[in-house]
């Protein structure tokens, strides 16, 4: 990769620590949706189309952050945002833990989609204004970080249910980590409001949209993955469910040694041909998950598949980024109604299906959106070459 010319240091402070830290807890709730769905309609007497409901308001929080968070944001200022959108966040949780309707239970997710996704709107946009090109290092951590706090929500919730705690016990672990970051560290991003101007309205560039549509397909099918595997592995495979939650942190966790890998291997190879490869072996490890004929071929697929899904969300956000220039709050914003749609419509279409015809025909959903990713990858990839 050619060297960056722009004079920006990157700095693991304190300021830094801090928003990954904040990052990893709103992925620690976010992935906890996953394994905890299905006690949700156990409790509550929900079919699938209703369960997935659960999700799509997380990614509906998302659209609503995508389409008006920029404004909210330059109204409080960054680090005003980051703090009440974790508030935000922690209340959702709570409301979560404690709501026994579906009605509020769903209603807590559309609340903290939308916290969550403006608080990493902020964050992303003071990362973006302090390293410049090397933000790409930044958002690879930020990541890695986030995925390092996602593996751990099936194995918190499956290990309080084993327990005789509860699922409701896992998500307690979050709103301690919210209280302690605010009380020690609630002026750390004070002296970065001026990334809030990277928050102006404005248009922005064709390249920005094209990763935006590359981001669209790999979110829909990784989320997919998060939300339905426990379903999957259980209804499908033939796993006890307490065996099908845990499963999905192998997933977790290759998705968190693939971005290691990725991080040495951003800064040796150019994006595109990367990009273009990690998508074929995400592809080709859904594959042999979802056609394998036994449960532990199956699981050997959905490592493949985590490994190669890890770095097309990172590397071409942060493409994304740099084609924004001086926008960079915009486009983080608008990359919500990216993911945010993508997450609403997708859990929605696979749950539909799964109750129409069972949740292993349903996946042919993703095979398909992992299919247009690699082709439009591979597009991309042969312009670049000419």
Known sequence: MTPSNEEHVFTRDNATWVGYLLIGTYCLILASMGPVVPYLRDEQGLNYTISSFHFSAWALGGITAGTFGNLVISKLGCSRAIWTCATGLALATVMLISAKLPFFTILSGYIGGTCGSMMGHSLTSIMS????????????????????????????????????????????????????????????????????????????????????????????????????????????????????????????????????????????????????????????????????????????????????????YPLSFSQALGAAGEKAGLAAARMSLSTGTAVLTTPLLLGAIGDSCGIEKAFAVVAVLMTLATILLAIACKRQAK
């Open 129 to 312: 204004k302090r390293f410049g090109l090397k933000r790409t290092i930044g958002i690879t951590e930020a990541n890695i970080g986030g995925s390092l706090f996602a593996l751990c929500a099936p194995l918190l919730v499956g290990q309080c249910v084993r327990m005789g705690l509860s699922w409701r016990a896992a998500l307690l672990v979050p709103l301690l980590f919210f209280l302690i970051l605010f009380l020690s560290s609630g002026k750390v991003f004070n002296n970065f409001n001026a990334a809030t101007k990277g928050f102006a309205t404005g248009t922005l560039p064709v390249r920005y949209w094209f990763f935006w549509f590359v981001i669209w397909f790999s979110v829909a099918s990784e989320w997919s993955i998060i939300y339905w595997t426990s379903e999957f592995l259980e209804k499908a495979k033939g796993l006890v469910r307490e065996d099908a939650i845990q499963a999905i942190s192998i997933f977790l966790v290759t998705m968190l040694l693939g971005r290691i890998i990725g991080l040495k291997l951003a800064r040796t190879f150019s994006v595109g041909p990367l990009l273009l490869t990690v998508s074929i072996v995400a592809l080709a490890g859904f594959l042999i998950y979802w056609l394998a004929p036994t449960h532990v071929l199956s699981l050997v697929g959905l490592a493949i598949t985590g490994l190669g899904t890890a770095n097309i």
